[in-house]
């Protein structure tokens, strides 16, 4: 208000603002965000509707990073998917691996021994970690915080130091296999890995230090974003952003699968599910993850050696011994090879509760060698498709945390 | 009609027995096929029954049939859970080749918004009564629906952007 408008009488005031509010013309602005902007780490295009600073409406353009998943899958063998799978999210491929090797499973009807499946939740969890590591760091990096964003990213490289050991990549994994995986664990990883996991406590301690209690970090977060329980479950929103809700659903608790049954962890949960509610929950569940991976270390040292994969040469190969010197299995090996499994007719959903969110895959077969359908359930998609009532009606600024909580990855969103 | 044990599977069949035509639960995923005509009221009734409660809408897609031979060739298939109760359910309905379209069900979900989109995109599915159907993966000038098993894997189309109109 200018120096004279003080002087005026209320009355005359308000008319004032009003001839104000009337001289001033103002119009709605279209923004065009992305599809590559440092902000939106994936390729994604938002068209922003703008007054002045606050956003009217935002329509969201996915499908920059589409190379036809399905259709790929659909043309190949069984165990020609996998290697796709690892390229849904870069963040966490084991996790995907998982996902699809369990529905094959379902179809095929196989129980992975033990061993087998307590090295795929200890994959699982460290691919969680990095997952929510590169979350929690990004979304510090475009709120200006470059210091956390390296404290996680130097934590994430300690888990990829880790998942390098377990499969020999450190991104795209290719570890899964339909029955089980491609070869146990190192010899001493369980050492390694403890001492790597207390390296990842310690920079979590110093990122949890710099960030939550950090006011300008929390002024940013409280209250943007959010969006009320039942319409995140309309929009069939899971994983991390449900749950900030208040919503415990897991699927590692409510549907337990693997082992995670005989496996002592937490849910962390949020009250009102806003961005710093979404924070803490990814905290939190990085700490749930390390706990999970000690337990597995624990269980996989006692359990001793012994197989990973079930002894089923429909989806196995046999020992290379027997290949070489018996007519049977050179056989087998040349069949498996050049056709692949087959796997009887019929349909499976198999859902996993992966970094973002429900990971499903709804596989249908028709008995041979080629998947008739390959579907996934990809949440980084349908956790997005809320995003303009997230944040309609906030400020421009705030759209880029709260898309750093929605964790939007283009490979697995677009497929 | 079997409800193989599924209290939901048992409603549903009690009071849309016209509409339910097969059912299974094979691997444990409980199942039922309903005609296409009543499939927007069943999956209505499903969400409100409070004995069914299927509040969210986990995943809708498509199958292509062409190399099965199958009439109808297409089929959508819903995935449904409760949370409340931590049931599933899928519904299947088929789809004629010459007669592509199901009733929307947007107004139920809208996560249906976005799922109806990509079938459309992919499969040349139309969902009658969507507020937006455009394409969600490709792009509008994108010519056929490149998940049928008809469209050659191999086909390349250029990509068609603002820089590039009319030429």
């Known amino acids: ?415 | 009609m079997e409800d193989h044990g599924s209290p939901v599977l048992r409603r549903l069949i009690d009071v849309h027995a016209a509409a339910v035509e097969a059912t299974h639960a094979r691997f444990g995923d409980v199942t039922a096929c309903v005609q296409r005509a009543h499939l927007a009221r069943v999956l209505c009734f499903l969400r409100d029954d409070p004995e069914c409660g299927f509040e969210m809408l986990v995943d809708l897609c498509a199958v292509d049939y062409l190399e099965q031979g199958r009439t109808p060739r297409f089929e959508v298939v819903y995935h449904l859970l409760s949370l409340a109760s931590g049931r599933r359910l899928r519904i299947r309905a088929g789809v004629p080749e010459d007669d592509c379209t199901v009733d929307s069900v947007v107004e139920l979900w809208p996560a249906a918004d976005w799922m109806e989109r990509e079938v459309w995109d992919l499969y040349g599915i139309r969902f009658d009564g969507h507020p937006d159907l455009r394409r969600l993966l490709l792009y509008e000038e994108f010519e056929g629906h490149p998940l049928r098993k008809d469209y050659p894997k191999e086909r390349r189309q250029p990509i068609v952007g603002p820089g590039s109109a009319g030429g």
């Open chain 1, 1 to 415: 208000m200018s120096e004279r408008a003080r002087w005026l009488t209320e009355r005359e005031r308000e008319t004032a603002e009003d001839d104000f509010e009337r001289d001033l013309h103002t119009e709605h602005q279209v923004l065009n965000m992305g599809p590559s902007h440092p902000a939106t780490h994936g390729t994604v295009k938002f068209l922003v509707e703008l007054d002045g600073e606050s956003v009217v409406d935002l329509d969201v353009q996915v499908g920059y990073l589409h190379r036809g998943f399905e259709k790929e899958c659909e043309s190949g063998s069984w165990y020609q998917c996998i290697p796709y799978t690892d390229r849904l999210n870069y963040n966490s491929a084991i996790l995907a691996n998982v996902g699809f090797c369990m529905a094959v499973e379902k179809l095929l009807e196989l129980e992975v021994p033990q061993r087998g499946q307590w090295l795929r939740v200890l994959g699982s969890e460290l691919a969680r970690l990095s997952d929510h590591l590169t979350r929690c760091g990004a979304a510090c990096l475009e709120l200006q915080a470059m210091t956390p964003f390296l404290y996680g990213i130097e934590a994430r490289e300690l888990t990829w130091d880790l998942l390098e050991g377990l499969c020999g990549a450190r991104v795209t994994s290719n570890y899964v296999r339909i029955g089980g995986l491609r070869h146990d664990m190192p010899e001493g990883f369980p050492s390694w890995c403890r001492e790597t996991i207390a390296k990842i406590r310690g920079l979590l301690r110093d990122f949890d230090r710099v960030v939550t209690g950090n006011r300008i970090f929390i002024d940013r977060l409280r209250g943007t974003g959010a969006l009320g329980r039942d319409e995140l479950i309309a929009y069939g929103v899971t994983g991390p952003l449900l749950r900030a809700a208040g919503v415990a659903h897991d699927l590692r608790k409510a549907e337990p699968y693997l082992v995670y049954d005989e496996i002592d962890f937490d849910i962390p949960i949020g009250e009102v599910g806003d961005n710093y509610d979404r924070y803490l929950v990814c905290v939190e569940e990085m700490q749930q993850s390390l706990r999970i991976a000690e337990q597995c270390l624990e269980r996989l040292e006692a359990l001793g050696p012994g197989p990973v994969d079930v002894a089923d040469p429909r989806v196995r190969w046999p020992a290379k011994g027997r290949v070489f010197n018996h007519m049977e299995e050179m056989i087998q090996q040349f069949k498996a090879v050049t056709e692949g499994p087959r796997v009887p007719a019929g349909e499976a959903y198999l859902a996993i509760e992966s970094a973002n969110g429900e990971l499903g895959f709804y596989l249908v077969s028709d008995g041979t060698e080629r998947p008739v359908k390959v579907r996934c359930r990809p949440p980084s998609l349908i956790n997005l498709a809320p995003f303009p009532q997230m944040v309609r009606g906030g400020l421009l600024a705030d759209l880029i945390p709260t898309f750093d909580f929605i964790n939007m990855i283009g490979g697995e969103c677009d497929r």
